[in-house]
């Protein structure tokens, strides 16, 4: 399968792509930007910020709850302002937010790196609906993508540089992990973002990698590939009518590779036989 350019956005590090009320949210982290992209016109609304934002992820209330190196805080689409929430990491400075996603409760799962990429510097929080905010995972190097199985009972984690995918056994009423453990490893690059489609199988952006694999987790074999004519795939969510999205970067292109990926930093999606579901907004 190919992947075909829906918007040649030539961002530094598009991230975080969610679906929500027609439209494909993404941000891109470097420019902090936040994105309402309409894939049937191409029109693509931004609003700019002073931060390296890491996700926005949309709640209950209608707004967005978005990560930066300055917290967590709740992003208006209508009045383009940001009110500051909590700051986790206020005692870790140079550390920042990264992916996010919220469980089938519509609690927040956000994690943070370093922004220097030092290695264990990150965590992986969860933030529940009364916004109380628990340490789950420690010493993290780059929190990347987070999905949950299709009964509710597995969290599927991404610490990119350890080059895995990790299972966790979820408590879905206390929201509690336990048990980690390795079910997916990648050779061609650095696994990213993820979800899962409505059979249970992962999509994994692969960072180096020119593509997005689909492994099914309970062997860990990749079954289908996505070629993505960028290096740099950095992650993917599924939308309407099959459609999968897929964001990419354009960071570490230089002159001698911009002729080989003009479209680097675009955004692109691929018609699949499958769904995936579009995870809750956040409930608090």
């Known amino acids: 399968m190919n992947a075909t350019c829906i918007l040649p956005a030539a961002s530094v590090l598009a991230e975080g792509p969610v679906w929500h009320q027609d439209h494909l949210w993404w941000v891109d982290i470097e420019r902090g930007e936040i994105h309402a992209l309409n894939p049937l016109t191409t029109a693509d609304r931004v609003w700019k910020f002073p931060h390296k934002i890491g996700f926005a992820i949309p709640s209950v209330r209608g707004d967005f709850i978005i990560g930066t190196e300055q917290g967590l805080s709740r992003f208006s689409p209508e009045t383009g302002t940001l009110t500051p929430l909590s700051h986790p990491e206020r005692t870790t400075p140079g550390n920042r937010f990264n992916d996010a996603k919220c469980d089938p409760s519509g609690r927040l799962w956000a994690g943070t790196m370093a922004l220097d990429e030092s290695p264990a510097r990150g965590s992986l929080y969860r933030i529940d609906h009364d916004l109380r905010v628990v340490r789950a995972v420690p010493k993290v190097s780059i929190s990347n993508g987070l ?138």
């Open 147 to 284: 999905a949950w199985s299709n009964d509710g009972r597995t969290l599927y984690y991404i610490d990119s540089p350890t080059r895995r995918v990790d299972a966790f056994d979820f408590e879905p009423t206390s929201g509690e992990v336990s048990g980690r453990r390795t079910i997916v490893e990648i050779s061609n690059g650095f696994p990213d973002g993820m979800c899962v489609d409505h059979l249970g199988n992962l999509w994994i952006a692969i960072w180096g990698g020119w593509s997005v694999a689909c492994h099914e987790p309970r062997r860990g074999k990749c079954i289908a590939k996505i070629s993505v004519p960028v290096e740099d795939v950095t992650s993917c969510c599924f939308g309407p009518r099959n459609t999968l999205f897929i964001t990419t970067a354009s960071r570490d292109v230089d002159d001698s590779t911009r002729a080989q990926q003009p479209l680097a930093g675009g955004i692109f999606s691929v018609q699949l036989e499958v769904s995936g579901p579009v995870p809750p907004c956040f409930a608090g």
